[in-house]
């Protein structure tokens, strides 16, 4: 029986992979790089943390990263720079009625933050986990065992909402079922969600046991 329901942010909740690029590049620029990442170089590394594509696009060491990162918890962000999934506040709405709702992402509190301010839906998570608040990031299972841990559930009593491979191998090891989201069918997922409204649809299935 599926009791909570736990969300990736970006390429979930939110569409900001273009906003992200633009991100790191103005941050390097303004750190004085004169070498600034591609699209097509920063997508490959979109499932990242943020540290882990500093060390990715600069090859800095440990001080230099962490300047970076210094930078990245101080800069200020606009609402503009979110590009909020169509859809996905009225499904978060109507979900939180009948399941618990966690956040398990890679984002840096601040970014967290950002994205809450501007969908107006903290209240609809009872837990939000982040970039700091564990070690290992997925595709280890430690962030959903963390928000599982604080949920006081078991692992086969949630679903994880993702949308790369990371996200797939992180809820399999953590022994949870996984909806895949948009429309990009890796292999190994659950289930798979053509329409973010399609999700309340495709958990009370599960429940079911027809998926």
């Known amino acids: 029986m599926i009791k909570a329901v736990i969300f990736d942010i970006d390429g979930v909740l939110i569409d900001s992979v273009k906003a992200n690029h633009k991100l790191f590049r103005g941050l390097l620029k303004e750190a004085g790089y ?3 990442p ?11 943390t943020a540290l882990d594509t500093f060390k990715e696009l600069t090859g800095a ?3 230099e990263i962490n300047r970076l990162m210094q930078m990245l918890h101080g800069l200020k962000r606009s609402s503009s720079s979110i590009k909020v999934t169509p859809g996905s506040v009225a499904t978060i709405k109507k979900i939180s009625k009948d ?11 601040a970014g967290v933050e950002h994205y809450l301010e501007v969908t107006k839906t903290k209240t609809l998570f ?5 970039y700091g608040h564990y070690k290992k990031p997925k595709p280890h299972p ?3 065992l963390l928000a599982c841990k604080r949920l006081k559930i078991k692992p086969e009593q949630t679903v994880y909402i993702g949308d790369t491979h990371t996200d797939i191998a992180a809820a399999k090891a953590a022994n949870m079922k996984v909806i895949l989201y948009p429309k990009t069918k890796l292999v190994g997922a659950t289930a798979y969600a053509l329409k ?12 079911k046991g027809k998926i």
């Open 142 to 144: 430690e962030p959903l």
């Open 61 to 63: 060491k440990k001080k």
């Open 38 to 48: 591609t699209f097509s170089e920063y997508k490959k590394l979109f499932h990242l």
């Open 34 to 36: 004169k070498k600034l």
């Open 99 to 109: 399941y618990r709702l966690a956040l398990v992402t890679s984002r840096i509190e």
């Open 196 to 207: 973010f409204s399609d999700i309340p649809r495709i958990v009370s299935l599960m429940n």
């Open 126 to 130: 009872e837990v939000i986990v982040h």
